[in-house]
């Protein structure tokens, strides 16, 4: 399930003597789990603040604790520390995180969220920006809320339709269309305002 080394568990021994709490631990949690933005979280835990659903792994002289629900996307996880010059380094390797794409006879609502939350915000997000999907219909119709830097941007347009929707067509299989539900004149902080993307 997850390998911790043997350095990784005298770091964390270490650390736990030194606080001198009685039941303290390492609690390993998802962050995000199954998106582009996916981060591993590492804290200490003492036995009174566990939801009581975390898989307890045995390590020398404290417990792993792994919440369930990030089970699936932390299995065949590494931790590891490295001594340097200059100090330590945690490392730690969850190739799970991200989460799978979905095969091909997954939901088409699947495919879509897949790939908005994985391809497509990560790109936008280089201009403050993201995108929702509020409906996929019936008919493949792909109908996307933009949010911040997107939201009012001059460029929206030019996004959804060279951007979005021919991503969206060519990768999920089932896309006939891409629309934006998004009032565009409520925009707060648009990465470039409506009257000068002219």
Not at 110 to 132: D, F, K, T, Y
Request: net charge negative; hydrophobic share 40%.
């Amino acid at each position: 399930m997850i390998n911790i080394s043997e350095s990784a568990q005298a770091h964390f021994r270490k650390l736990i003597e030194r606080e001198a709490l009685p039941g303290l631990g390492v609690r390993l949690s998802a962050v995000h789990p199954g998106t582009a933005r996916a981060d591993v979280r590492l804290e200490f835990a003492e036995p009174a603040e566990l939801d009581g659903d975390e898989w307890a792994i045995d390590c020398e002289g404290f417990t792993l604790w792994l919440r369930a629900d990030s089970v699936k996307y932390l299995d065949g996880a590494e931790i590891d520390y490295e001594t340097r010059a200059t100090g330590g380094q945690l490392q730690i390797r969850a190739p799970k995180i991200k989460g799978e794409a979905p095969a091909d006879s997954a939901s088409l609502v699947e495919r879509v969220h897949w790939l908005v939350e994985n391809e497509i915000n990560p790109q936008l997000a280089q201009h403050r920006g993201h995108v929702s999907v509020q409906e996929v219909t019936a008919d493949g119709v792909v109908l996307l809320r933009f949010g911040g830097g997107c939201h009012g941007c001059g460029m929206a347009d030019v996004t959804l339709k060279q951007g979005i929707e021919t991503t969206l067509m060519s990768k999920v299989p089932g896309v006939t269309a891409v629309r934006d539900a998004t009032d565009h004149d409520t925009g707060q902080a648009p990465y470039i305002p409506r009257d000068s993307a002219a």
